[in-house]
């Protein structure tokens, strides 16, 4: 797990409790807690403590792996990447579970096309403490698979270990497809719950917020269709169906940075729909306007 926060904790303690070798990249308090405390995952879905994890800040320490997930923030991805290259071996896949759709472009050159799965995240998680994480409703999806689309041996296999672990997990035959569909929920909530700085429940709830939702979600659609990603038209308005089935606390992890003054990904979220958008001459009011309202506050306050 090239990254242990979140989502790099929830995944790698799921599949760690399912027998799986894990071994977790992490810094600073966290690092600390989890050498001297293990991890601990607390989620509605079932709490999970592992006594005693390896876990480590140089991942060239751990040798070749079958399968690095990497879940660092977009900020370091370029630099976390070269990292891990002594990580990967002949038949080793990286499988980034990041936020956003540029991504997979940063990671291409430098672990290389045969080593690069393509991947998203569905799941509303932090650490809560050094140590532990916390994962807040019971959304806990992973969809993942090769750019090429074929059904590959190691894509097949974590398929069967994060099925084992409880995840609703699926192999995806157009995962690029794939992963702008989760571009245009995860941008539209952190948005609008970063702005508005409450979870999604009362924004759905009122008229006014609920349409500033599903238009920064289809300023989103608009965009990927322009750039050839096969999304329906109305994709927006089924996100927005699917909102509606979940936890009214759940909120994005923009939104959770932004309130403990943490450094914050808008660049590569909101920002990058502009900037994608302005590549196909798509407007992108809402997004840039986001991006212009939390712009100062960006580079946090630590």
């Known amino acids: 797990m090239m990254g242990s926060g979140g989502v790099g904790g929830l995944v790698g303690a799921r599949l760690a409790q399912v027998g799986c070798d894990v071994s977790f990249v992490a810094r600073g308090a966290h690092l600390a807690a989890m050498r001297e405390h293990g991890l601990t995952l607390e989620s509605p879905l079932g709490n999970v403590h592992l006594p005693k994890v390896r876990v480590t800040d140089d991942p060239g320490s751990l040798g070749p792996a079958d399968l690095v997930v990497f879940a660092v923030k ?49 799941m509303a998680t932090t650490i809560s403490r050094p140590g532990v994480i916390q994962h807040t409703g019971t959304m806990q999806r992973v969809v993942f698979g090769e750019y090429d689309g074929r059904r590959s041996k190691r894509a097949e296999t974590l398929l069967e270990f994060c099925l084992k672990a409880g995840f609703d997990a699926k192999l995806s035959d157009d995962i690029r497809r794939s992963i702008w569909e989760k571009f245009v929920f995860l941008v539209g909530m952190a948005a609008v719950t970063a702005t508005v700085r409450l979870p999604i429940g009362p924004i759905r709830e009122n008229p006014l917020t609920r349409a500033f939702y599903l238009d920064a979600m289809r300023e989103v659609v608009a965009v990927g269709r322009a750039h050839g990603v096969r999304l329906p038209e109305n994709f927006a308005e089924e996100r927005l169906a699917f909102t509606d089935t979940l936890p009214g ?39 840039r306007a986001v991006r212009d309202i939390l712009v100062l506050h960006a580079g946090g306050k630590k």
């Open 249 to 287: 606390t759940m909120t994005a992890s923009l939104h959770h940075d932004l309130e403990r003054g943490n450094r914050l990904e808008v660049e590569w979220l909101s920002g990058a729909v502009v900037e994608l958008g302005k590549a196909v001459g798509v407007a992108t009011p809402i997004h």
């Open 74 to 122: 977009l900020w370091d991805t370029e630099a976390a990447a070269r990292t891990i290259l002594p990580l990967v071996g002949p038949e080793t896949g990286v499988l980034s579970l990041q936020n956003g759709v540029v991504k997979d472009e940063i990671l291409r050159p430098i672990v290389g096309e045969k080593a690069l799965m393509g991947g998203v995240a569905y």
